[in-house]
């Protein structure tokens, strides 16, 4: 592992037009599964000027069954979408939550995907699809996530924050940010560059308003990131100049484009598969909460600094195919035998779709909150944010003595 080197995540906020395309998927994701735990839910949604379109496959009791809709249930899924769009805020000419049109496409879902999915007398239930997945934990930050992601979502989020509270009402929904840090061995010691581009009212790209939008974006990146780091830093803020134009207005959205923003910043392997839009039967969501759920436990126990675990499915078989451990030589005991004791834990009850959706009690509306900022290193609270639990830890190092 190189000694010095530089290293770099981004984030995007709740504005910005693939995110507003997630936290609409999972908004209708939470619908469904308010209606019925064992709702089969791909949604897709794409958002444009003044539109947005749903695609995908449900399958729904009391919503959507034998290729009908039930009475009320397209008008409850066009609220849905709207409401979504207004807790985000777009009010604009370019995209308002009352004045865009809407177009459900949702139909049922394939009955040859069904059929390897659903348990019957001879299968337990298999895996919704084929499919690698990764969890990554690591010491970098308190909530065991890699620095860069983490300062990079923090920022945003106070910045929606101030936004939505009215303490910085210049700003509009659609940001991003990025975070370099400069490490020596394993741990970050300086921000070398920060960059954030928010989109703003008419006016603050000059003059004293453009000072004042600055000025506002230099103080928020100081309360987030630790003076010790922030040491001959420079600072991007809109670097190309104007930015009133945003949201789906300004570029068009769609579920699933910001997959490296969701899960660990480009400091881990990836599967591919994006989460939002998809019930916890789709192995790209639910696998990849356990494998970080996992990892997380790994590293609170003290057995790693760092811990990567890849998983992997076939569609319609519920046993993994394999599952892979690897502590980056900061293990304090063998890999293969963080893999036993993994496989080993009773309370766990196995790694088959059912198992892991039972033991984190996924098959609940809770998906809408991890649309935006991230979907690992939140806080765990109520149903919310089951796989950011450090339950395990005891039971892991109970497997391995």
């Not at 729904?60 to 009320?72: D, R, S």
């Not at 985000?88 to 459900?104: A, P, V």
């Not at 996530?145 to 989020?157: D, N, Q, R, V």
């Not at 068009?252 to 990836?270: E, N």
Request: proline share 5%.
């Amino acid at each position: 592992m190189r000694s010095d080197y530089l290293f770099t995540s981004e984030s995007v906020s709740e504005g910005h037009p693939d995110k507003v395309s997630d936290q609409i998927s999972d908004a209708i994701v939470d619908l469904f599964l308010s209606k019925d735990p064992e709702a089969r839910i791909a949604c897709e949604t794409l958002t444009t000027t003044q539109l947005v379109v749903l695609a995908g496959e449900i399958r729904c009791k009391g919503v959507y069954e034998n290729g009908a809709w039930a009475p009320g249930a397209q008008e409850e899924i066009e609220k849905t979408v709207r409401d979504t769009v207004k807790r985000i805020g777009y009010e604009q000419d370019g995209f308002h939550w009352e004045k865009l049109e809407f177009i459900n496409r949702l139909h049922g879902q394939s009955e040859h995907i069904a059929q390897g999915v659903d348990a019957a007398d001879n299968k337990d239930e298999g895996a919704g699809d084929q499919g690698i997945m990764f969890g990554y934990a690591t010491d970098e930050t308190p909530d065991l996530m890699p620095a860069t992601l983490y300062y990079s979502h923090k920022i945003l989020e106070r910045m929606a924050a101030d936004r939505h509270s009215g303490a910085a009402p210049f700003l509009e929904p659609d940001a991003k940010s990025q975070v370099t840090l400069r490490y020596e061995g394993s741990l970050p010691v300086a921000a070398t560059a920060v960059v954030v581009s928010t989109q703003h009212a008419p006016g603050y790209d000059e003059g004293d308003k453009e000072a004042e939008l600055h000025a506002y974006v230099k103080r928020v990146i100081a309360d987030v990131i630790p003076p010790v780091l922030l040491r001959d830093t420079t600072y991007y803020i809109n670097p190309t100049g104007s930015f009133e134009i945003g949201g789906p207005d300004g570029d068009a959205g769609l579920t699933g484009r910001k997959i490296i923003v969701d899960t660990y910043g480009g400091a881990s392997p990836h599967g591919g598969g994006a989460f939002s839009g998809k019930d916890p039967t789709k192995v790209d969501r639910s696998a990849a909460y356990i494998t970080r759920y996992v990892a997380k436990t790994v590293v609170a126990a003290g057995l790693a600094t760092r811990c990567t675990i890849q998983i992997a499915y076939a569609i319609g078989v519920s046993e993994p195919l394999s599952l892979y451990v690897d502590t980056h030589d900061t293990g304090t005991v063998g890999d293969d035998k963080i893999e036993a004791a993994i496989k080993g834990i009773a309370k766990l009850g196995g790694l088959t779709p059912r198992a892991i959706r039972t033991h984190l009690g996924l098959n609940k509306p809770i998906y809408q909150p991890s649309a935006a900022y991230g979907h690992f290193g939140r806080k765990p609270e109520g149903d919310f944010f089951p796989w950011e639990r450090t339950d395990l830890v005891d039971d892991l190092k109970a497997a391995l003595a």
